[in-house]
């Protein structure tokens, strides 16, 4: 169950150009969070309390149980994260959480496909890391503009996994689009997960459904309230077993969805 909590910020560090990874102590959302939910955060110093007023979606990036903290990346995209990339250790910070729906492991699948753009290969890390845990053959795609920004490199070369990496600028992998190695793969694919940039999971679905692959998408959507209430977030996805098609909120249908279901292109 989502809850609200006070809590200061253990570490504030810049990661990549723009980038930030942030370590709050959170007991309380730690005991609950599962892969792929988000958390909905408002710094709390005085004089920034209703400046910008709503509050920033942002994924989890590490669960840490033993330590009780989260580990949330983000980017700098505008006035709201710039003021919290200048919160310091000991800011305090009002935190909603651990809302949406998370990322499910199938135990009928064993070679799964993950590919992740941008900032959105930050929810990816806790998935690949029970991925490997529950004994898949893990194919992990990423993509960013440079180098500098494919969050969590280091982590990933870690697992025993197939890793292969793209860049705008080719200062690392292939140089062009994530996608671009969907035409290389020599293997079936069991399953696939991915969250990243809207073109990049539309082209991702249309390779799913051409190859009949079932999978699943974490959708980056605009969030007023969190909670369902706002209708901000709403995205078309289509009818279970229909031709038709519906809206869906993603702050709590998701932001995990359906791969093949979501429409991107409409």
């Given at each position: 169950?989502?809850?609200?909590?006070?809590?200061?910020?253990?570490?504030?560090?810049?990661?990549?150009?723009?980038?930030?990874?942030?370590?709050?102590?959170?007991?309380?959302?730690?005991?609950?969070?599962?892969?792929?939910?988000?958390?909905?955060?408002?710094?709390?110093?005085?004089?920034?309390?209703?400046?910008?007023?709503?509050?920033?979606?942002?994924?989890?990036?590490?669960?840490?149980?033993?330590?009780?903290?989260?580990?949330?990346?983000?980017?700098?995209?505008?006035?709201?994260?710039?003021?919290?990339?200048?919160?310091?250790?000991?800011?305090?910070?009002?935190?909603?959480?651990?809302?949406?729906?998370?990322?499910?492991?199938?135990?009928?699948t064993n070679r799964v496909l993950v590919i992740g753009g941008g900032v959105g290969i930050?929810?990816?890390?806790?998935?690949?890391?029970?991925?490997?845990?529950?004994?898949?053959?893990?194919?992990?795609?990423?993509?960013?503009?440079?180098?500098?920004?494919?969050?969590?490199?280091?982590?990933?070369?870690?697992?025993?996994?197939?890793?292969?990496?793209?860049?705008?600028?080719?200062?690392?992998?292939?140089?062009?689009?994530?996608?671009?190695?969907?035409?290389?793969?020599?293997?079936?694919?069991?399953?696939?997960?991915?969250?990243?940039?809207?073109?990049?999971?539309?082209?991702?679905?249309?390779?799913?459904?051409?190859?009949?692959?079932?999978?699943?998408a974490s959708l980056e959507e605009r969030m007023g309230c969190g909670t369902g209430a706002?209708?901000?977030?709403?995205?078309?996805?289509?009818?279970?077993?229909?031709?038709?098609?519906?809206?869906?909120?993603?702050?709590?249908?998701?932001?995990?969805?359906?791969?093949?279901?979501?429409?991107?292109?409409?």
């Open positions: 169950m989502a809850q609200r909590v006070i809590r200061e910020i253990v570490e504030q560090q810049k990661i990549g150009p723009g980038y930030f990874k942030l370590v709050i102590k959170a007991p309380e959302i730690v005991a609950q969070a599962k892969i792929g939910q988000f958390v909905h955060i408002k710094w709390i110093a005085e004089e920034r309390n209703s400046d910008p007023l709503l509050r920033r979606p942002i994924s989890i990036n590490r669960i840490n149980h033993e330590e009780e903290t989260i580990t949330l990346v983000y980017r700098v995209v505008g006035r709201g994260t710039k003021v919290l990339s200048n919160l310091k250790p000991g800011d305090q910070l009002d935190i909603m959480g651990p809302l949406g729906t998370g990322f499910s492991i199938s135990e009928d930050a929810p990816l890390y806790p998935l690949v890391n029970k991925l490997i845990e529950a004994n898949k053959e893990v194919i992990l795609l990423l993509g960013a503009e440079t180098a500098e920004e494919v969050i969590d490199l280091d982590s990933f070369q870690e697992f025993d996994l197939e890793l292969k990496v793209a860049t705008m600028d080719g200062s690392l992998g292939k140089q062009g689009f994530v996608t671009d190695y969907l035409e290389e793969l020599e293997q079936e694919m069991d399953y696939i997960y991915t969250c990243g940039p809207t073109p990049m999971m539309k082209v991702i679905r249309d390779w799913a459904i051409d190859f009949n692959v079932p999978g699943q706002c209708l901000s977030c709403v995205c078309q996805v289509k009818i279970e077993g229909k031709d038709g098609w519906t809206y869906k909120q993603a702050c709590t249908a998701g932001p995990v969805f359906p791969l093949r279901e979501v429409i991107f292109d409409e």
